[in-house]
Structure formats: C-alpha cells, structure tokens
C-alpha cells in the first residue's frame, strides 16, 4: 500500500502514452502522469521511483515526482490562493492546492495572507487535509533537549513575549523579545538554540549558540567580516544595538564580549569609531 501524502519508492509496471503506471500494492496501479517523468533516471519496468502520492480532483491516486512544500505529518508556512464557503485552499507546489476547512482556521484568513499548518490524512476521505489548529499535532511529553543543543525551529507566531515557534517539528517553544536580535517573522525557518527547559516542559529558546561556542562563533565571524573588509569595520562598542544587531544578528552586550576578547588575544584594535585588524 502507497503512504498518502508522502514519497514513496514505486516500482515502474508499465508504461503508456500519456504516463508511467507504478505498482501501489493493495492500492493498485497509480499513475505518474507523462509531464513529470523523469528524464535523467532509468524508467524500465522494475526500475523504482520516488514519488509523492496524493488524490487528484477526481479522487483517484495519482502520482508526481514534484516535492510539494510539506507532507502528512509535517508543518508549513503556506500561501492562501483561494477562498470558497467549504474552505481554503492553500499553495504547496502541486497543481492541486492543499484544502484547509473554514473549521481547522485559527485566525480569519485572506487571499495572500501565510499560514503555519500541519498536514495530515483526513481519515474517511483520505483526503490530504490542512489546519491551523496545531496544538494536538505537537508531542505533551516533557522534551529532553539540553541547554545549548541545536535545534531547527519554524516561527509560528508573535505574542507578547516573543514568537512561538515549532521546535524541530515536535515541541512548542519561545523566542523571548530579549533574544531577538535579527528580524524574525512568522513562517521563517531558523537554526536555533536550547536556553532552557523549564521545570513545565516549556521551552526557552535563543537564536544565538550560547556559552562559549557562541562566544567563539561570534569572533569568528567579526573576523571574517575584517578581513572581507580590509581589515576595518566602522562598528565599536559604542554602536547603536540596532546597527550591531543588523550586521551579526546579536546583542550589543555580547559583541563587546567578542570585541573585548579579540583585543586581548592582540588581535584587533579598537577605536572610537570602528575597530581594526593588527
């Protein structure tokens, strides 16, 4: 049986003018439509493919070597495209637009407005269904992450602490306004930063590497930037936090921290007005 909503490795049966037809085991025959074979991979009966498989308008399986911009159990900032009394319909890179129902919105949505959803199999159409409503999708249990582990976040949404954002595609954490110092806003997908678990499960997160290795990385990169820049930067630890926060998506705090070490390693000058390669 084919896993709706996911990509799968077909055996290729046979072929016809208008397409390939795959083995779908239980599922039968499914068809991966002439436009989306692959020219450049081996198409003979036997050869396996990795398609996705979904329903077409009519229903039936069909198949499409396209990679839409999420799959069943996965979460996606996607783009309204049309409106209808049932629903919405939303892009996610296939010539069918994924339905999200008027009832699985969280917020009322417009044409050309984005939305995080998760995606999953409607259970009595086996219909590849959209919601906004996330809660039920994401895992309870208390995380074991630890403090400093990387993590892959996707923005969700601001609130007055912050943005919440998906972690790794399980968890629910938050980015506090104090650890924001880069523009962030909903539908982003950022590498991230463990700060803390908290004794609920709640989890604190930072979009800079903490401790030491953040310390290092942070140093790295000025240096880098001085050499790309002929070995001046007119930035100092008398900057203004937004143009430090510009340039390397830091706090002014932590910037003096790397200034103040590269100084003491020999390695930089600072002066009023910049800061200078020796």
């Not at 809660?135 to 309870?140: G, K, N, T, W």
């Amino acid at each position: 049986m084919a896993q709706i909503g996911r990509f799968n490795s077909l055996p290729v049966v046979k072929h016809t003018d208008f397409g390939l037809y795959l083995d779908g085991g239980s599922d039968g025959e499914i068809l991966l439509p002439r436009r989306y074979v692959p020219k450049d991979k081996p198409c003979e009966a036997g050869n396996r493919l990795d398609v996705f498989v979904y329903l077409d308008s009519e229903d039936r399986l069909i198949a499409t070597t396209q990679r839409p911009r999420v799959q069943v159990g996965g979460f996606a900032s996607l783009k309204v495209v049309a409106i209808d009394h049932v629903g919405l319909f939303l892009d996610w890179g296939l010539a069918k637009d994924l339905f999200l129902p008027h009832s699985e919105e969280k917020r009322p949505l417009q044409v050309g407005d984005y939305c995080v959803v998760h995606a999953y199999l409607d259970p009595r159409t086996r219909r590849i269904t959209a919601t906004a409503r996330l809660d039920r999708y994401l895992d309870q249990t208390p995380p074991s992450y630890q403090p400093g582990q990387t993590v892959e976040l996707l923005v969700v949404e601001r609130t007055d602490l912050g943005f919440k954002a998906i972690v790794d595609g399980k968890h629910w954490g938050l980015i506090h306004k104090n650890e924001l110092f880069k523009t962030i806003r909903p539908g982003m997908r950022e590498t991230g930063f463990i700060r803390e678990v908290r004794p609920d499960g709640k989890i604190s997160l930072s979009l800079q590497p903490l401790g030491r290795a953040g310390a290092d990385n942070l140093s790295e990169q000025i240096l880098t930037r001085l050499r790309e820049a002929g070995g001046r930067l007119a930035l100092s630890d008398k900057s203004p936090p937004e143009e430090i926060a510009r340039l390397f998506g830091v706090s002014k705090g932590n910037f003096k921290k790397a200034i103040g070490g590269l100084y003491k390693q020999g390695l930089i000058t600072i002066l009023d007005d910049g800061i200078e390669l020796r």
